[in-house]
């Protein structure tokens, strides 16, 4: 069953020295990696396809760009307009058969949208599990969102009262919005993994970097050797 409109689907890494990264997630999210090709580096946990890394994008220093699920893209196109948002590229069909775009949604941060036909990643170690939202104007990302791809909202843990949880149909977390303070809006992708405090201890190993621990309402943010920050927590 394709996922959930929403859900965290796909991410791509934009990064110029690839190889400088690749040993880092391997030892830290156990992905192993395709031959590269014209749209980058596909990673794979388990011979599932996760992300892509080394993908000539928007961001500038190094940064992921998480892609949501979506029923239809080209009309959540014109929505994702009509609702205060702004088009960066597409709709276009990719190579991996994705019917997908890239916008700005209406807090300013950088997203895809992706229609296809693949499960919801699973829970396993270094599979990509949720995404969290870091917004100026937070109430305005809630509202464009809800409207879009029919997120409900809930409160995350009483220690970030400026944090909301993003639900699906039946209730399961899906994402989070909150509040950026000083960073630029951005979306972080989360992965999953077996034991938080293993994996910084990997990373930094790894020549990685802590951003930001672990709290009651939010993954640990971690940085790899590029820079490039991205969150991992425990997922059942």
């Given at each position: ?9 796909w991410?791509?890494?934009?990064v110029d020295?690839r190889?400088a ?5 391997a ?5 192993s990696f ?6 980058g ?5 388990d011979?599932?396809p996760?992300?892509?890394?080394g993908?000539?994008g928007v961001?500038t220093?190094?940064a992921?760009t998480?892609h949501l ?8 196109a014109e929505?994702c307009?009509e609702?205060?948002g ?5 709709p ?5 058969g ?8 209406a807090g300013g941060?950088v997203?895809?949208l992706?229609e ?6 699973g829970?396993?170690h ?7 939202a ?7 990302t809630r509202?464009?969102?809800?409207a ?7 409160p995350t843990?009483?220690?970030a009262p400026d944090?909301?949880a993003?639900?699906g ?9 909150g509040?950026?303070g000083?960073?630029?809006?951005h979306w ?11 994996t910084?201890?990997?990373a930094?190993?790894?020549?990685g970097?802590?951003v930001?621990?672990a ?8 940085g790899?050797?590029?820079g490039?920050?991205?969150g ?5």
């Amino acid at each position: 069953m394709p996922a959930e409109p929403g859900t965290a689907c796909w991410a791509e890494l934009d990064v110029d020295d690839r190889e400088a990264v690749l040993p880092f997630y391997a030892a830290v999210l156990g992905w192993s990696f395709d031959p590269p090709d014209g749209g980058g580096v596909v990673a794979r946990r388990d011979g599932v396809p996760v992300a892509a890394l080394g993908v000539a994008g928007v961001a500038t220093p190094p940064a992921w760009t998480v892609h949501l699920a979506a029923d239809d893209v080209d009309a959540a196109a014109e929505h994702c307009q009509e609702l205060g948002g702004q088009l960066l590229h597409g709709p276009e069909d990719d190579e991996r058969g994705a019917r997908v775009l890239l916008a700005l949604d209406a807090g300013g941060a950088v997203v895809g949208l992706r229609e296809s036909d693949d499960e919801a990643p699973g829970t396993a170690h270094g599979m990509l599990v949720g995404a969290e939202a870091a917004s100026a104007e937070p109430g305005t990302t809630r509202r464009f969102w809800g409207a879009l791809l029919g997120y409900r909202f809930g409160p995350t843990s009483h220690d970030a009262p400026d944090h909301t949880a993003c639900l699906g149909g039946a209730g399961e977390l899906l994402a989070g919005i909150g509040f950026a303070g000083d960073a630029l809006p951005h979306w972080l992708p989360v992965f999953a993994v077996a034991d938080v405090d293993a994996t910084v201890a990997a990373a930094r190993e790894a020549g990685g970097t802590v951003v930001a621990p672990a709290s009651a309402s939010r993954p640990a943010t971690l940085g790899d050797p590029a820079g490039a920050p991205f969150g991992v927590t425990v997922r059942r």
